[in-house]
């Protein structure tokens, strides 16, 4: 009987010289179980010395998961105990940190797009000052390039 990739895979990870493959797997189901949100947040994951290491895509979801330390600690704590592969690797603590080595998607224009991104939320109509005409024409001047933004 021919063997499936599967069953060769997991036949590879259960050797002492393939468990990073095992090791490889858990990281893959703990990111899948995290809402999609965070899922896009995170760059990569992993373990050292009962330290859960946590490298982000975009520096602006440091803080977000700082305030969710608990959480991915309980997901690999359930992640420990439904699943056998994942039930030898100890996790003590979480370090979230920003990988600046993980390389940023380039989108439309040819620049390099962040995560988040926000939209302009000012339309550019605003009173304009009546005294000094050089500030006047200054605030003309930030009118148009917010117009321009906004209907780009």
């Not at 620049?111 to 000012?122: H, Q």
């Amino acid at each position: 009987m021919i063997k499936g990739i599967d069953t060769i895979l997991q036949d590879l990870s259960l050797r002492y010289e393939f468990r990073a493959l095992s090791r490889h797997r858990c990281y893959r189901r703990f990111l899948s179980m995290l809402s999609p949100k965070h899922r896009r947040a995170v760059a990569f994951v992993y373990v050292r010395d009962a330290t859960l290491f946590v490298a982000l895509r975009h520096p602006g979801f440091k803080m977000e998961l700082d305030y969710n330390r608990d959480l991915l600690k309980d997901l690999w704590r359930m992640l420990q105990k439904h699943d056998d592969d994942c039930s030898t690797i100890e996790v003590k603590r979480v370090r979230i940190f920003h990988s600046r080595y993980h390389p940023l998607e380039v989108g439309e224009r040819g620049v390099m797009t962040t995560v988040p991104c926000y939209s302009e939320k000012a339309t550019g109509n605003f009173v304009l000052p009546a005294g000094d005409e050089a500030l006047r024409k200054r605030f003309e001047k930030i009118a148009s390039r917010i117009k321009e933004q906004h209907d780009a």
